[in-house]
């Protein structure tokens, strides 16, 4: 895989289980060490239900978080702004719901999507709050999506687009578990993949991303 690396931690879902353990556990040790009775003589019942309140509090946010991912170079509580162009209703719509679910998941970044049909005319002031740029490269009849980017490195040479990554069908565009897409490289793309079909596609994408931002910065 290339790009930044991506980790996954995975709790189980046992948010009443923890907490009832916890008790069972806790009450027999306490019986069994006698420390009941020091309880009782040293605790009034509302500090005890406090206390028990404040256990399961804690046992139930540690339990909630079922996905949480870390990917390096990322700014917790940043928004990524994202333009997607295809020529596709169906994957645009398909996008759309992966970036829903992908951000209901996320503790971090969230994605700001923006869908485009195709990439004509496609200018500097629709690029500008951009983050990075989804593109397709086949959508007949309008400029295939490499043509696109061509277009904007001729027409606005000083104009620092934000960065485009290749999502296509076309296979000579995709990175490799090993190195990125030199076809996609020549044609000015930062990388090049598959359509995204998981909130895991997504995560690979900012990995990428971040790799790519991080040399910028050498």
Known sequence: MTGKKVTSIRFERFIFKLPLL????GFIKLEFLGILVYIDEHFCEEQLMFYIFFAFFFSFMLCASENVEVIEGITHGETLHVLCIDDSTVILKMTRRIV???????????????????????????LATQHMVWCDIQMSPYLRGDVVLANLKIQH???????????TGEKEFHDSDEELSQHARDCHFIAGRDKIKTPDDIRVVLGVYYSWLEKQKE
């Open 157 to 167: 040479p000083d104009f620092e687009h934000p960065p485009f990554i290749a999502v």
């Open 100 to 126: 829903e679910t992908y951000n209901a998941q996320n503790l971090y970044a969230q994605i700001e999507l923006t869908t485009r049909s195709h990439g004509d005319n496609l200018n500097p002031g629709e």
């Open 22 to 25: 916890v008790g069972v556990i």
